[in-house]
Nanobody, 123 residues
Framework: QVQLVESGGGLVQPGGSLRLSCAAS????????MGWFRQIPGKAREFVAS????????YYVDSVKGRFTISRDNAKNTVYLQMNSLKPEDTAVYYC????????????????WGQGIQVQVSS
């Protein structure tokens, strides 16, 4: 069974930082694209960031460019989202996602999803 488990969320003050982790199990995603999405209260789920299977080809939604960094450690079957300079509008449930395909090119098809983790940015 494939599982994606997010961790590292929580409450942080504006301007603070958090690093989300997504540990995958059940199969390796070392040759698959992975990404992060979020759902802000009252809004539809939106794309946040993605990373290609080789660790390059990163993409970000405009609102997080320069503040968030997606990375991966294929040896650990894990993807990360470093979030700096957090703003109240970043408050959301963040979801990890993975592409079931191998060696795929952007745009990616995200087939597996984590359960989501809460990020709350407030003073």
């Amino acid at each position: 069974q494939v599982q994606l488990v997010e961790s590292g969320g929580g409450l942080v003050q504006p301007g603070g930082s958090l690093r989300l982790s997504c540990a995958a199990s059940g199969r390796t995603f070392s040759t698959s694209a992975m990404g992060w999405f979020r759902q802000i209260p009252g809004k539809a789920r939106e794309f946040v960031a993605s990373i290609g299977w080789a660790g390059g080809d990163t993409y970000y939604v405009d609102s997080v460019k320069g503040r968030f960094t997606i990375s991966r450690d294929n040896a650990k079957n894990t993807v990360y989202l470093q979030m700096n300079s957090l703003k109240p509008e970043d408050t959301a449930v963040y979801y990890c996602a993975a592409d079931a395909r191998t060696f795929s090119l952007y745009p990616y098809q995200f087939d597996y999803w984590g359960q989501g983790i809460q990020v709350q940015v407030s003073s």
